[in-house]
């Protein structure tokens, strides 16, 4: 059991550039997040899929987009990556979205 | 506006010194509270989740507790292992979504 997975685990972009994170879950869960991780920030939602075929905005959703490609995979995309854009990103999943979440181990990126 | 603060934002403790790390919050409608431990270059890991005023949760060294304002994790007698950033998070329930909104961390050294 792998629980959540991310793809890469490090990242150098220029800016401009475009990059997809790829997250997957082999817990059967409904419910992922993508999160960013900045100093003094905390952990901020960028997208959540409440369910397969779902998707909503969270808190910090400008310069992203995402995927639920089937309930095991939940990708984000940035399209024209800014240096604003440099971070840990955190995918999650839980078995419904009322539930505690499980993290995956991050992927950190750095646009120049 | 919601908010979730945690303090200290560090502490420094010797092993076997007791202490506790506070979580307060100003939240409407608050479903849960989750209590999570992030170790350097991962994902958090979740601990805890509180659904009351009263109710406390015990793992290990681990005792987490609530009130309608804030949450204490308690650590008893602990080890160099505990070392780690402990984030917690308040769960909202909006638009049938759950949105869980993260406080910046209290990170934790035990020295030996």
């Known amino acids: 059991n792998a629980g959540v997975t991310q793809t890469p685990k490090f990242q150098v972009l220029k800016t401009g550039q475009s990059m997809t994170l790829q997250c997957a879950q082999d817990?059967?869960?409904?419910?992922m997040y993508w999160y960013r991780q900045d100093p003094g920030m905390g952990l901020r939602l960028i997208y959540y899929?409440?369910?397969?075929?779902?998707?909503d905005k969270g808190e910090v959703p400008n310069g992203y987009n995402v995927s639920r490609l089937n309930k095991r995979e939940f990708s984000l995309r940035l399209e024209s990556a800014a240096p604003s854009q440099t971070s840990v990103y955190f995918c999650a999943s839980s078995v419904i979205s009322y539930n505690e979440q499980f993290f995956g181990p991050g992927t950190r990126l750095t646009v120049l | 506006e919601d908010q979730v603060t945690q303090s200290p934002e560090a502490l420094r403790l010797q092993e076997g010194e007791s202490s506790s790390l506070n979580c307060s919050y100003t939240v409407s409608g608050l479903r849960g509270l989750f209590w999570y431990r992030q170790d350097p270059g991962k994902g958090p890991e979740f601990l805890f989740t509180l659904y009351s005023a009263g109710e406390e949760k015990e793992k290990e060294r681990l005792k987490a507790t609530l009130t309608k304002k804030e949450s204490f994790l308690h650590i008893t007698a602990p080890k160099p292992e505990d070392s780690a950033t402990y984030l917690c998070?308040?769960?909202?329930?909006?638009?049938?979504?759950?949105?869980?909104?993260f406080g910046q961390g209290t990170r934790l050294t035990i020295n030996p």
């Open positions: 817990m059967n869960h409904n419910s």
């Open positions: 998070a308040v769960q909202r329930i909006i638009q049938g979504a759950q949105k869980l909104v």
């Open positions: 899929s409440a369910s397969e075929g779902t998707t």
